[in-house]
């Protein structure tokens, strides 16, 4: 992936970005560059829209509460999102305001929250993941949001995954695994579309075990020998998947 620089404030904008195009900023976002970065009259930031790049912008301030951005040249083409899906059991607000911009940050192209028996949330706000997307992948270079699903059931994941995900296989991160090292596991997969499950904080359940297991598109890892809170076991699971089968 080509550098941007780091130097430059990044915003993502619901506009179709290209060439010479003038953007007119929601009223947040234009309070935002005026009045909290304090931006004036030519300042120059990078856009992305998720679907045509980068591009370089300068500011076209209308007054203290409206802006526009004046689109000068793309710095950086777009690029695919990353064939990786993340399956989590939700947690509660910050963990998973934190887990969610974490995935990003490790290349994530899907998430997908999956509701298993011990899962502790009843509501999972599908729009406040979206807005720590945009926050993660704006701090951190990335130009391809990850998408966002609607919570599932954990049973109705296993039972219709052949229907919708064909040869993607789903690396269960399973406390239990008799070895506590991953990476002999990883190695010996074929590279291919993957899916990494993590599970609540209570664990799965034995049931539920029993089940992922029994799949023939399941591979059990651990995470090492010590038992890790779930987004603590996000980040560690990513890392090693990118490490050993991923773009790294």
């Not at 550098?3 to 003038?22: I, K, M, P, T």
């Not at 406390?175 to 506590?180: A, V």
């Not at 992922?212 to 090492?224: A, C, D, M, N």
């Amino acid at each position: 992936m080509a550098r941007y620089d780091f130097r430059l404030q990044r915003l993502f904008v619901r506009a179709h970005l290209r060439e010479g195009a003038d953007i007119d900023l929601d009223r947040e976002q234009a309070n935002y560059l005026l009045n909290v970065l304090r931006m004036e009259e030519g300042a120059r930031l990078l856009v992305f829209d998720g679907e045509n790049g980068e591009w370089l912008a300068h500011v076209a301030p209308a007054g203290r509460r409206a802006c526009h951005l004046s689109i000068v040249e793309q710095t950086r083409p777009q690029t695919p999102r990353p064939d990786l899906d993340w399956l989590f059991a939700p947690l509660k607000h910050a963990r998973l305001d934190y887990m969610v911009q974490k995935a990003v940050e490790m290349g994530v192209g899907r998430l997908r929250p999956v509701v298993t028996r011990h899962t502790q949330v009843g509501r999972v706000n599908v729009e406040r993941m979206g807005a720590n997307v945009v926050e993660a992948a704006e701090q951190c270079g990335v130009i391809t949001l990850p998408s966002v699903e609607e919570p599932v059931a954990l049973e109705h994941l296993l039972d219709t995954w052949h229907v919708h995900e064909g040869g993607r296989r789903i690396l269960f991160c399973d406390e239990h695994e008799e070895t506590t090292n991953p990476m002999a596991i990883l190695s010996g997969l074929e590279r291919g579309p993957l899916a990494v499950l993590i599970g609540p904080e209570g664990g799965f359940s034995k049931e539920e075990r029993a089940v992922l297991r029994s799949k023939p598109f399941v591979t059990p890892i651990p995470l090492g020998p010590r038992i890790l809170r779930a987004d603590t076991a996000a980040v560690a699971a990513l890392t090693i998947v990118q490490a050993v089968l991923g773009d790294w």
